[in-house]
Structure formats: structure tokens, C-alpha cells
């Protein structure tokens, strides 16, 4: 089977990381969320304590950054400088700090070069907001998965129930509106579906579902 470049775009918590990893294993794929490589330059202009403005001080930070994903049976683990930041970078302050410095082009300039290297022979799954559009123009396939927003808020809720934190449904339902439309207003490789994307609404679909889905597309090509 040829190696395919499959892109997966959406917003906020509508299905793409989890259905990105599991076809990624079925499909024996490298999975990349692009999302955890915005998350690390955030922390890392936290760490240096960068003001977003300071265009000159983000361009020194971004030319020595090291941001190194590796793959382990249990999901991915995220290295910024050496260090492991795979739970860290999930708390909310990053959440929020990915999405603002993500608007800043010099910063897209630098992950969407880091992404193509790593895309450019195939067999490769990556999930964000711009791959469809500009990382992958001329990716294999492209999904734009969607869920509704009280959809999307409760799977964050349940995810931090999971890990043993107890947060408000409401205050997650905000975070996500806010960034769904800072992530969709802004003049850089706005959120938005790629005109040839399939459009997937995971709202009424179970994981496996999703998955299952998505296989079909790529399968059929095959025949
Ligand atoms: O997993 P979740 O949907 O919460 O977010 P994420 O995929 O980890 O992305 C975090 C933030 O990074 C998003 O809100 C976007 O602002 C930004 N991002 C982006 O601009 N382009 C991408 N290709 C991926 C993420």
C-alpha cells in the first residue's frame, strides 16, 4: 500500500488526536499533533518569560528551539529542550498560550517547516487546524472533523475526570468557544476546512465509529 500523507483538521476536542492515533497504529503510520508542537513553544516562551510582542526575542527563542516527538506504546511522548513535557503542556495556561501564540507568523513559519520535514515521505497522520490547507496542500486525503461545542466540552470534562482533576463543564465549554474562534479569526492559516476535505461530524459517532470510517475512505481508494 502506498504511503499516504493523511491530514486531519478540526477544532478543540472534536475527535482528531484519538482517531489520528489509533489509524496511525492500525495503518502503521507516524502520528504527529502538531497541536503539542504549538503547546511546546508556548511553554517554552513561558520558561523564557517572552512577551508575545517581542517579535526580535521570539525569533532568537524559535531558532534554537528543539522540539523532538517520540513515539512509545502508550501514545506519544513530547520533548522540548531535552525535557518531557507531554502532561505539562496540556494544562490550561498552555492551552490558552498555544492558541494566542499561534497567530503569530513567524512562529507558524517555523512549526509548518518542522512538519513538512517530517511529512515529506508519506506514511505519515497529522492532526491541527492547517494541515488540509497549508502544511499539506496536496496531502492524500484530508478529514475535517467537527463535533458541537456541548459535545466537545463534555469529552475534555471527562478526559480531565479521568486523569483525577474535577473541572467546571461551563468554564470548559468557554475555553473552547474562545479558542475556536481565535483559532478561525486570525489572518494566519485560519481554522477552516479544505475545499476537497471530507467533512466528519463525530458528534453521534463513537471512537471506533470515526475510525472505522475513516478507514473506509482510504481502503476504498485502494480498490
Ligand atoms: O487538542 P486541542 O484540540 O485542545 O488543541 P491542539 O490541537 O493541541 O492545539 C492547540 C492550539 O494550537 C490550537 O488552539 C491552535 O491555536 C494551535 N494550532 C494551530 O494553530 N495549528 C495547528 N496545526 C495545530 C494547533
Known amino acids: 500500500m502506498k504511503k499516504y500523507i493523511i491530514a486531519i483538521d478540526g477544532p478543540a476536542a472534536s475527535g482528531k488526536s484519538t482517531t489520528a492515533k ?10 504527529i499533533d502538531t497541536g503539542a508542537m504549538y503547546r511546546a513553544c508556548a511553554l517554552n516562551a513561558l520558561w523564557e518569560n517572552i512577551d508575545l510582542k517581542d517579535i526580535e526575542a521570539l525569533q532568537k527563542m524559535l531558532s534554537k528551539i528543539d522540539i523532538k516527538i517520540k513515539y ?7 520533548y522540548l529542550n531535552g525535557k518531557d513535557v507531554t502532561e ?6 498552555i492551552t490558552k498560550l498555544s492558541s494566542e501564540i499561534a497567530v503569530i507568523g513567524i512562529v507558524r513559519e517555523k512549526m509548518v517547516e518542522l512538519q513538512r520535514k517530517i ?3 508519506g506514511g505519515v497522520i497529522m492532526d491541527g487546524r492547517d494541515i488540509g490547507t497549508v502544511v499539506f496542500p496536496n496531502a492524500d486525503f484530508k478529514f475535517f472533523m467537527t463535533a458541537d461545542v456541548k459535545t466537545r466540552a463534555k469529552r475534555r470534562w471527562k478526559e480531565a475526570k479521568e486523569k483525577g482533576e474535577n473541572l467546571s463543564l461551563e468554564k470548559i465549554e468557554k475555553e473552547i468557544e474562545w479558542r475556536d474562534k481565535n483559532d478561525s479569526s486570525r489572518d494566519i492559516a485560519p481554522l477552516r476546512k479544505a475545499d476537497d476535505a471530507i ?11 470515526q475510525v472505522n470510517l475513516i478507514l473506509s475512505y482510504i481502503k476504498g481508494r485502494e480498490e
Open 22 to 31: 489509533r489509524l496511525a497504529k492500525k495503518l502503521k503510520y507516524i502520528y
Open 72 to 78: 512509545s506504546e502508550n501514545g506519544n511522548r513530547i
Open 88 to 93: 505539562r503542556i496540556r494544562e490550561a495556561d
Open 119 to 121: 511529512g515529506e515521505n
Open 199 to 209: 467533512e466528519i461530524d463525530t458528534s453521534k459517532l463513537s471512537i471506533e465509529e
